[in-house]
C-alpha cells in the first residue's frame, strides 16, 4: 500500500462542481488503450487496439456479445467520450476516474448496472499489495470495462478462455460475462489471503517458540492495518452482490443467478477467512504479551534472589569488618568458622524458602 | 487439525473456468466406493458397493427411499459421472469437491435440495480434531451423501436403525433421512465440546489452584483457536436450518418439520456452549494474569523489604569500617555493643512499618 | 452449580434414534408423584396423589380447568405414558427428560402449547444455586406441569392461592394459571439477582477500601460465570415470551396478555440488572487492577528511595574503609567528621529531590 | 443515588398475587396531596387540596382538560381508589407504586395511555442525584398524574405556564399537557448531563496535568457507576417516545406530534451525550494508567541509574578494604589516587552509556 | 472546539415554553444580513444586502429559483419574522437558533424540508476545528440558508457558480441547490479527515521510530476526542441522507436523487475514514504501550545484570574485609591473587549465563 494514494487531495477539489471529472491517483504517462471483443457461441473478434470514436453502444439485436476494454482512467477527455457514446450519467464518470471510490453498486434506470471494485494484486517483489480501481458498465448486449493502466491486463484469463473455445463464457451473454470478470478478481483476493495466512503462521511460530522481539510486533501491527484495508475493500462487495441478487434487473438473467450466488459464497469465505485472522492476531498479541510478562518475572525473579541472599551476608560480613576496638568475636580463634557457617546456613536456608514458594 | 488443509491452494486455481471440478484435500489413493440402499415401512435391501453406472434417479412413483451413499470424493470423474446420472449443477459438484467449502444450503428450483456440513470426529489418539467434508443432495424419493473417503463410515448408526427395525427412519421418506444424517453428525459436535469442556475443567483447576505455567497460557490459546475453528463450522449450519425450515421446500414433509425444528435447537445448544466457554477463557486468562501479577508484587515486595532492612544497616556497618585516625566511637569499649542494638532497633522499626503497611 | 449437571453425557447418546426418552439428570430413588387439581370459580378438588392411569385428556366442555403436577422426571415410563394419554409429541417428551434442555417454547398444532424453563433457587446453606428443569404442557382446559422431583413443591404458593379464595387464578382459564406458574418461577429470579447484588455491594466495599485479596478476584471471577449462567437460563425466556406474545394461539385468551406482558417487562428487569450487574464486575475489577498497580508502586517508590539514598553514601563509607598506605584524608583529626557531614548532605539532598517529584 | 432504593425486596414478594399493591420505596409518613387543575384557552380552575371521592372520570364531552395531580404513591388504598374511580387496570396500578419499575409506556385498549418515567434531579447539597417514580395516565379530556411526595412539586414550572397566560399549554388538549410534563422532566435530564459534565472536565485537567491519584480513579469509577445508572433510566423513554409516535393512538392529536418528535430529539440528544461521556471516561482511564505507568518507569529507571553506577564502585573500594597480606596495590603511594581515578571513568562511562540511551 | 460552546445552559431553560426562541451559542455584535439571489437557466438577480420585510414565499409560479442567505442566527426577532413570512412552526426555529442541536431532517406536511447540519472548518492557524451551525430549508420554489456569523460566507464557491455560467446549478431548481450546499459542506469534512490523517501519519512516524513520549500519548488522546466529536457530527447526516431518498419528498425531483446517493456516498466514505483511524489509534496505542513495557523490560535487565554480577563480587571482598584474628587465606601470599581470580571467575559465570538467556 503506496501511502500517497491513500488521500484524495480534498483541498483542491473544495468548491468544484459535483460530476467534475478528475483523476486522483499516480501520475501515468501511457496513452489510454481500447480494446474490443466481439463474441457468440459460434465465433469471435478481437480488435486491439481500436479508435476511440469506433466505440459505439450497439444495436438491441445484435447477436454478439460487445467488450469494450478501456486500459487507463487518468484521461478525462477519454472517459467523457465513452460516457457521451454509452450515454452514461456524469456521477458515474466520475467515481470511474475517482481512483478512491469504494467498492459500489449503481443501477441506472434498469438500462445500465454499474459496478466499481478493486484489483488487490501481491507483488513478491516489493512484498507490497497493489490496488487497483476497476468499473464495470454492464449494458444491453454489451459490457465497458475500465481498469488503471498497468503492464499486465488482469482480465487476460478471461479473454484466454473466450479465444480457446465455446465454454460456458461464450456460450451466455453480457451478465456472465460480467460474473467472470468479478469472479477473477476474487480469485486474487484468495491469494492474498493465503499469502497473508502464510506470513502468520510464520509469526505464530516466532511468537509459540518465543523467539519473537519487538520487531515482531511490528510486523503484527503492519499486518493488522493490511487486513483492515483488505476488509475495507472486500466488504463492500458483499453489499455489490447483494444488490445484484436481490434487485431482479432485466440485464441479469435467471441462469446467471447460481453463478453470482456462489460469487457471494467465495467473497464470504474471503471475509470470513480475514476476520478468523484480526482474531488470531489479536489471540497472538495476548501470547506475546504474556511471554513478555513471563521474561520480566524471571528477571525480576532473578534480581530478587540474588540481592536477598547475598545482601543479608553482606552486612554480615560489613558488621566484621568494623574497627571498634572492644569486639570480643573477632578474637575468638573460631570465630571465622562460625560466621561462615552462619552466612552458609543463612544462604541455604534462603534456598529452601525460594525453591518452596516456586521462584527457583 | 492438520494445517496443511486449512489453505486452498488459491494460487493454483487463478483463471480456471467456474464449476471446474478440481479435488484441494489430502491426496488419497483409495479408490471411491458407492453403496446404495432401497428402503421402506415393510423392507430394505442394501448393495454394496454398486457400479457408478448402476446409480440411476429413480422413478418419481417408486415405493422406496433409495439411499446412495458415496465414499470418497476426490475422483473428478466420478463425481461428474454421477452429477450427469442425477441432473446436478455443476456448481454444486464444485462444492460436493471443494473440502473448504464451508457449510451452506442451495435450493436448485425445488427439485434438489443440496446441503453440505462438516463431520467433526475426536481422534483421542492424536488428539486433534479430524474434519470430513460432507455433502447432501435430496431430490423426490432419493438422497445422495458424498462423504470423504476415511476408514469408518460416519452414517454406520443410521444404515444399523434401519437394518434393524421398522422404526421411525423406515416409517419416513428421504426427507426424514435427510434428518437422520445430520442429527448423527450434530451428535458428535456434543461430544467434541464435551471434550473441550473436559479440557477447560483441567485447565481452570490449574490455574484457580495456581499452578498454571506459561505452557497453561500455551494450551488456553491453542483452545481458543480450536473453539474458533469449531465456530466457524457450526454457525453456518444455523442458516442451513433456517432456509430448511423457512423456505417450505416440497422435498420437504410437514410431519419433518418439528424434527428439523428439535435439530436446530440442537445446534443452537452447541453454538450457546462454545460462546460459554469462549466467555470462560477470556475469565480464566484474567484470573491467570491476575495470578502472575500478584506473584511479582510478592517478589517485588521481597526484594524491598530484604534491601530496604540490610542496606541501611550495611551502611553503618560501613561506617565503622572506616580507617580514619580520630574516630572517637571506635574506642568507646561498649561502642560495639551499642551499634548492635542501634541496628536491631531500626530492623525491628522497618519490620514494623512493612507489616503496618501489609507488605509482610 | 453442580458441575455434574454441567455435561449431557454425549458420547453414550451417539446413534441412538431421535426422540429416544433418556434422563441425564442426577441420579434419584423417589418415584414420581402425580398430583390433580380441578378448580373453577365456585369449587376446587385436590387429588394427591392419584394413579397415573387416571390421567386423561379431560372433555373440551368440562367446566373445569384441569391441573395435573407431575413430581419427578427420571422415570421415563411415566413420562411415556403420559405423553401417550395426552397425545405429546415423542420430541416433546424428550425435552420434557432432558435436564440440559435450555429454555423455549413449541407451539404443536394450535392444540399444545410447550414451554420448557428452569426454576433457580438459591440456597443459602450451600451458597449455591439450585436448578431445576420444569416443563408446563398447556391445552385445552388443561395444563400439565413437570417438575424434577425435589423436597420442596415449587408450586405451593399457586396452590394455596387456588385453595384460599376465589381470586384471580380461580376466575380465569388454563392460561392464567400458565402465566401464574411461570410468575412464580421468575419471581424467584428476582431473589437470585437480590443475592448477587448483595455479594456484590460486600465486593465493592471491599475492592473500594483497598481491602481486596487475590481471593477477592477469585470470588469476582465464581460470580461473573453465575451471572453468565443464569444469564443464559432467563435470556431465552425473553424470547419464549416474545413468542407467546406474538403467536396470538387460540389457547391464550385477550384477557391474559397484560399478565404475559407484565411478566415478559419482569423477564427484562431481571436481564438488565444482569447486564448492570455484569458492567459492575468489569469496573471492580478495573479499579482492583489499579490498586494492586498502585500498591506495586509504592513499594518500588519505597525500594528505590532507599536504595538510592543508602548505596551512595556506602559506597563513601567503603572508600575509607580502604587500606591504601597513603591515604591524606584519615589522617586528618577532622577527616571522619568531615565525611559525616558529606554524607548527611547527600541524603539531605536525595530526600528533597525525592520528595519534589512527589514520590515521598 | 441511595443504595437503599436499589433493590426491591424480592423475597418478601414471593407468592403474592400478579397485582397486588405493594410500596416498595422509602418509608413516608405524610398523607397523599391530591390536585385538580381543569383548563382550556378561557379559563381555568384550581383545586388545591381536593378529597379522593371528589376525582371522577369526566364526561367525554367536558370543555375543560382536567388533570389530577397525585402528590404521593405510598398510599394503596389511595391509588387503588383512583383505580376503580377511572377504571384503570390493576397492572397499570401495581406500576404506579412500583417504585423500582423502569421507564415504560402501556396502551390499554386505546382509552388509556399509561406511561412511567423517572424523574432525576441533582441536588447540589448532597452532590447526589435524587430519582422519583412518575407515572402519566391519558385518557380522553383528562390526565391523571402520580409522582412521590416530595417537599417540591417538579410540575410547578407547568401550572405556572397555565396560569400566567392562555399560551401553547392552555389552548391544546390533554395530550399535549401529556408532552408538557414528559419535556419538564427530560429538560432536568440536561442539567444533571451538564453536571456530569463539567465534573468530567475537572477530572480530565486532573489527570491531563498529572495531578491525578488514586482518588481520581474512583471519582472516575463512581461517575461511570451513576453514568451507567442514568443511561439505564433515559435509555428506555426513546422507546417510550418510539410507541406514541408510531401506534398512531386517537388520544393524541395530529398536532402534538411534532412536539413528541422535538422531545424524542431531546432525548436522543441526552443519550448522545451520555456516551460520549462513557467513551471518554475510557479515554481518561488509559491516559491515566499510561501516567501512572511512566512514573513507574522513572522511578524505576532512577533505581537502576544509582545502583548500576555504585555498586560496582563499591566493589571496588570492596576489594582494597580486604585485609590480605600481600595486596601489592595497598603500598603504592599513588595507588589510593589510581583508583580514584579509575571510579571516576567508570562512572562517567555509565552515565554517557545512560543519557545515550535516554535513560537520563 | 471551543469548550465553552460544547454545553447548553440547561439550568436556565428550566421550564420555558417549548419552541421559545433562545440563542445558546457564542456573544455576537455583529447585526444579522441577509441576500436574496433569484436565478434560473438563463438570468440571476443578487440583492445583497436585502430589508427583512422584503423576504417573502415566492409565489408557486415563479420561474425563479429564490434563494435567502441569511448570516447570523442570534437574533431572535429576525429568525422570528422570517419564520411568520414563511410560515415555518416554532420547533423549527427552535432547531435553527438552537446551535447545541445535532444534524436531523423535518419534514412539515410535504410543503417544507428542514435540514439541520454542521459546517467544519480547519482553522490552521489556531490548530483548531471551527463548527458552525447551518440549517437549510427547501420549499416550492425557494430555500433559505441560515448560517452563524462568521468573517467568511461558506457557500461562497456556491454563488460564485451561479454567477459564472449557466452550468448545472442554474439549470436544475431549489432541491438540486439543497443538494449543492450540503456537497459544499461535506467537501469540507474530507479537508477535514485529510488534516488528522497527517497528524496521524506523522504520529505513527513517531511512534514506530520509538520517539514517542508521553505527550505523544496525549496528543493521541486529544485526537481521538477530535475524532469522536467529528463522528458525533458526520453520522446523523447519513441519517438525513436516507430520510431524502426514502421518503419520496415532492420537493426532491426524481433527477436530483442520484445526485444526493452520491453525496450519501461520500458521507459513508468519510465515516469509514474516520472509522479507520479509530482503529489505527488504538493499535498505535497498543505499539506505544509495548515500546514503553520493552524499555522498561532493558531498564530491569540493566539493574539485574548489574546487580547480580557485582553484589556476589562486594560479598566475597567484605568477607575477606572482615577483621578476624584468625582468617588462614589472609596470610597467604597468594590468597588475594586467588580471590581475583575467584571473583573473575564468577563474573565470566554470570555473564555467559545472562548471554546464554537471551539477557543481554
Redesign the interface.
Known sequence: MS?RR??????K???T???TLTYVGEEIEHATKIKRIDYNATEYHIDDPIKLSTCQIPASETPYVSWIDVDGIHEPKVVAALGQQYHL?P?LL?DVMNT???P?I?L?DDTVVFVTLKMLHHSRARQEIDIEHVSLVLGKNYLVSFQEERTKDIF??VI??IKASS???RRNGADYLL??LM??MV??Y??I??RI?EKM?ELEEQI?QERAT?QT??TL?TL??EL?FIR?TVYPLRDVLGVLLREESELIQHSTL??L??LA?HV??VI?TLE?YR??IG?L???Y?????????S??????I???I??????I???????????P????????FW??FVMAFIAIGEIVYFKR?G?M
Open positions: 501511502k491513500r488521500h484524495r487531495s480534498a483541498e477539489m473544495l468548491g462542481s459535483p460530476g450519467h456521477l466520475e478512491e471510490q469504494k459500489k449503481d441506472y487476460e484469463p484466454e478462455r465454454g460456458k463464457t460474473y467472470a469472479d477473477v480469485d486474487h484468495f491469494v489471503t493465503e495466512g503462521d509459540v519487538q510486533l511490528g501491527y493488522k492495518r483492515a475495507r447460481p453463478y450466488r456462489d459464497d464470504n469465505q470470513e478468523s482474531e488470531l489471540g498479541m495476548d501470547v504479551y504474556s511471554i513478555v510478562n513471563n521474561r520480566m518475572n528477571v525480576m525473579k532473578t534480581l530478587t540474588v540481592s536477598a547475598f545482601i543479608p551476608l553482606t552486612f560480613a560489613g558488621i566484621y569488618g568494623m574497627n571498634f576496638a572492644n569486639m568475636e573477632l578474637r575468638s580463634p573460631t570465630g571465622y560466621v561462615l514458594r521462584w
